[in-house]
């Protein structure tokens, strides 16, 4: 049972538990920032909002007022501390970090740290949204702050029941020390710890203090997953919940004109067939027979929404909605540059995937959601059932990338086990995941600058892009709703990330960055680092091509025109540590790039042997990282790992192509992410000391990679790429549609 | 619908199922063996990687017919009870694991090889074709490398 005083007590006629757990919902101190009350109302008019306020300062200002509310602890009586989160982990480490940070303000074991993830907490508001590199940064003041004053409470406790005095006594190890050195378990002290009143709030340690948080950890779910006892959304067992699948459109956003289900529904293991707003749903008894009877389906469509376009449509659309140049290349010398970036799938391994069980009075869903808040409000909506008679449990995610952020398997699935009546364990197909799923919109980049006696007078760059769906909100319904007006709606919003992560890290005089969104009826989605990848890619491609016009080598360049010391440092130390400018063989290269985002920055330099320009492989990595406060510097240089992987996929290989109103491509094989032979077999990634407050750190990774790719690659070749990724034909045969 | 015994983790097993089933399925849905995972359906991304007597097997293009009689491990029944294999204690050492759904068959896949090969190059494990959308091949290189030196 998880009750105290400040916990809601149970409706009068509720059965009275026993109180064995100490549990804390209120623990920070008042905070009085008011919400925005749209994103964009806070954003000054300044040339780099980002410096001022970035993506992750909003998200922790629009979280601010439920933040006392976000860490829920509970002590149990064997001595396990369990967090639930609110929060998703896919794979970024977030569990692993905040446990430590309850480790280390409790003084207990990491061992005995136990992280849920809370189920749709809509109380929460704007506050349980994973994104923005966001998690750390927000939760690293509340989880601190509830966990010391857990452990006040505790101290009370022992005070209590043992006659002295709380200034007496200490904690180590899981245990409050008495003054003459016994230690009590804090499972011993819980019961009464919960009975206490009174407020037992407390400052955290500082952060010299610190002996866990700082240091490198492994994963607390490491085990699990080696053995293969992690349990992801498709691997519980919900009673009468059925392998399901979905018989999709041949273009996207089509829709079911009829069906033919005779030959389908005679099939072995076959359980239930019905016609869903986005294709014809197969329940089976296994999801191997649900694929062959979704196969016999015969089906007729209608139109989906982008049936006319392809790429070469779509790249014409976005050249023509690039904005204009401000500056005019008259009476100075100028650098102009274009690239253009395909789509690219999320590609989690885990494909979309959720359970469902709709009732005539209510439903529970379980799915990996990362704004679990607005899905439950928009699944309640979907299927006519008050929000309060709806479950989101959600479950951890095998990779998101951003893709979890929409939840719309949930919501099938929802839609799916109303219609036909049964609960349902929905999955999709990779083809399905790849084609019909959600992607990062391609983008056209235009990039001038002007320089005049060895300066850089001025800096624009002017991105279109499909538009990107921000229609998640910032997790709750009302900034969804927000994002989904018809006028300005999603574009407003879009600019406003893009104005509060994109900055150029230069000292470029006058620089604009202005973003042009087309909207286009297809399903895309933020994929990790947003516009940053690309915009500020393309940027540090341009910087290596300004440097070489003004006759610089690209890091004392860079070195000149960074802003702060701390910019160099990381700059610096990939530049010692990677042998900056040693001699390489003909057709291998050096690349070098930075980046600065949500208050951390990174510099990458990579090898690169392109000795078959079509056959490119990154051989060596480098990377320096500052994220002003690494809590746990194994999990950051894993997530610096994964952005190097993405960048060296997505710089090379990997892209969608749309033709005729849908993907090409439908599984790995196609969709070129990298494999163990693509990657290179060495890799150094240097955390730098702590020095402030933690920054953001999943998405940091990809776009100085990006940069110092490409660069390596036109340094190897001699050719600049423009247009990435920058291997990308159609080798393979695509699936019938 | 035809009936099928063979092993799985060392224990016989009998199932209905049609001989084209994919084993994948037969584990998953109708034995409740959930450490092999989906990943494509066409023995590409290679995230349900397991073995069959010994050899490494994409159990999503396995028909259940092909298994009548043989041996099949999962990553469930890799270990000796709780002791883990080498590969795993190589994976926990390296802390590999991101979001973790593709590990037990790219765990799978490096004890496969590990059977047959002790000296492990660069090159060997450049083969290994399963899909890591987390990207952390390199830490599943060190992996394996430590694990050899240790077998």
Avoid at chain 1, 57 to 85: N, Q, R, Y
Avoid at chain 1, 121 to 144: A, D, K, W
Avoid at chain 1, 691 to 710: K, Q
Wanted: aromatic share 6%.
């Amino acid at each position: 049972m998880t009750c105290d005083n400040e916990v809601p007590v149970p409706a009068a006629g509720a059965p009275v538990r026993r109180r064995r757990f100490l549990t804390f919902l209120v623990a920070a101190p008042v905070l009085t920032v008011a919400v925005p009350g749209t994103a964009e109302a806070v954003i000054p008019t300044l040339p780099q909002p980002a410096e001022i306020l970035d993506l992750g300062d909003v998200l922790i200002l629009a979280g601010t007022p439920t933040a006392g509310a976000l860490a829920v602890l509970s002590v149990g009586e064997d001595g396990v501390v369990t967090l639930d989160l609110p929060r998703a982990e896919v794979g970024q480490g977030i569990t692993t970090a905040c446990a430590m940070l309850v480790a280390e303000e409790l003084d207990l074991p990491l061992g005995q740290v136990r992280v849920t993830l809370a189920d749709a907490r809509p109380e929460l508001l704007m506050n349980q949204l994973t994104g923005g590199s966001n998690t750390m940064r927000s939760v690293y003041g509340p989880i601190r702050q509830a966990a010391a004053a857990a452990r006040a409470r505790l101290l009370a406790a022992a005070a209590e029941q043992h006659g002295v005095e709380v200034s007496g006594l200490s904690t180590r190890d899981g245990a409050v020390i008495l003054p003459d050195g016994r230690p009590v378990l804090y499972g011993l002290l819980t019961s009464a710890a919960a009975q206490l009143t009174g407020v037992f709030a407390a400052q955290p340690k500082p952060a010299s203090e610190h002996r866990l948080v700082g240091t490198p950890q492994s994963r607390i779910d490491a085990r699990a997953m080696v053995t293969g006892q992690f349990r992801y959304t498709l691997d519980q067992d919900v009673p009468g919940a059925m392998p399901t699948v979905v018989r999709r459109p041949p273009t996207i956003n089509g829709s079911v004109k009829s069906v033919d289900s005779a030959v389908a529904r005679a099939m072995p293991g076959v359980l239930a067939i019905g016609v869903v707003p986005t294709g014809v749903a197969v329940v089976a008894e296994t999801f191997g027979q649900a694929m062959a009877a979704r196969d016999a389906l015969k089906v007729t469509w209608n139109p989906g929404t982008i049936d006319a376009l392809s790429d070469k449509e779509i790249r014409a659309k976005l050249k023509a909605a690039t904005l204009p140049f401000v500056v005019p290349p008259l009476l100075t010398q100028h650098l102009d540059m274009e690239f253009d970036f395909a789509f690219v799938s999320h590609a989690p391994m885990e494909t979309n995937s959720a359970i469902a069980d709709v009732r005539d009075d209510r439903a529970e869903i379980w799915a990996g959601l990362k704004s679990p808040i607005v899905a439950r409000q928009t699944i309640a909506a979907a299927i006519g059932l008050p929000e309060s008679a709806v479950t989101v449990h959600v479950m951890q995610g095998g990779g998101s990338f951003g893709r979890r952020l929409f939840f719309d398997a949930a919501i099938e699935a929802a839609q799916i086990s109303k219609a036909l009546r049964r609960p349902v364990k929905l999955m999709w197909s990779r083809t399905d995941d790849m084609r019909h799923g959600r992607a990062r919109a391609a983008s056209h980049h235009k990039l001038r600058a002007t320089f005049a006696l060895g300066n850089v007078l001025t800096f624009e760059h002017r991105v279109a892009s499909v538009e990107t769906d921000f229609r998640h909100g910032l997790g709750e319904v009302l900034t969804a709703t927000a994002a989904s007006l018809p006028v300005a709606g999603n574009l407003s919003f879009a600019q406003t990330v893009f104005l509060t992560t994109c900055k150029v890290p230069y000292n470029f005089g006058v620089v604009t960055s202005l973003l042009n969104e087309v909207p286009l009826r297809m399903h895309t989605g933020s994929w990790r680092s947003v516009y940053s990848a690309n915009t500020r890619g393309a940027e540090e491609v341009l910087v290596d091509q300004l440097a070489a016009k003004m006759g610089k080598d690209p890091v004392a360049f860079r070195r000149e025109y960074l802003k702060t010391a701390r910019q160099r440092a990381v700059l610096n130390k990939v530049v010692a540590e990677g042998d900056w400018g040693r001699a390489m063989p003909k057709g291998f290269a050096q690349g070098i790039a930075f980046h600065d985002e949500y208050k951390s920055c990174t510099a990458c330099l990579v090898e690169i042997d392109a000795r078959d320009p079509q056959n490119p492989r990154v051989v060596k990595a480098v990377i320096a990282v500052d994220v002003g406060r690494p809590i746990n510097p194994r999990g950051l240089e894993a997530q610096m790992l994964g952005g190097l992987t993405d960048a060296i996929s997505t710089t090379l290989r990997a892209g969608l192509h749309i033709d005729k109103g849908l993907p090409l491509e439908g599984s790995y094989s196609q969709f070129h992410y990298a494999r163990q032979k693509d990657t290179p077999k060495d890799v150094r990634i240097f955390v730098m000391p702590a020095t402030g407050e933690p920054g953001g750190a999943g998405e940091l990774g990809v776009p100085a990679a990006v940069g110092a790719i490409a660069n390596a690659y036109a340094r190897a070749t001699g050719v600049v790429p423009r247009s990435f990724p920058i291997i990308f034909p159609v080798d393979f045969e695509p699936f019938p549609r | 619908m035809p009936t099928y015994t063979f092993v799985v983790n060392g224990k016989p097993v009998t199932v209905d199922a049609p001989a084209d089933l994919a084993l994948l399925w037969v584990l998953r849905d109708k034995l409740g063996v959930r450490g092999p995972k989906f990943g494509c359906g066409i023995g590409v991304c290679r995230a349900c990687t397991s073995h069959l007597n010994g050899a490494e097997i994409q159990p999503c293009v396995t028909p259940v017919a092909e298994c009548a009689g043989q041996e099949v491990t999962t990553i469930e029944g890799l270990a000796s009870g709780e002791d883990l294999h080498p590969v795993q204690e190589a994976w926990l050492e390296q802390d590999v694991a991101q979001c973790g759904y593709c590990q037990p068959g790219q765990i799978m896949a490096a004890a496969a090889l590990l059977r047959t090969k002790k000296e492990i190059s660069d090159e060997d494990v450049d083969r290994i074709a399963n899909v890591c959308r987390c990207g952390t091949y390199f830490r599943i290189r060190q992996a394996i490398k430590s694990a050899a030196a240790k077998m």
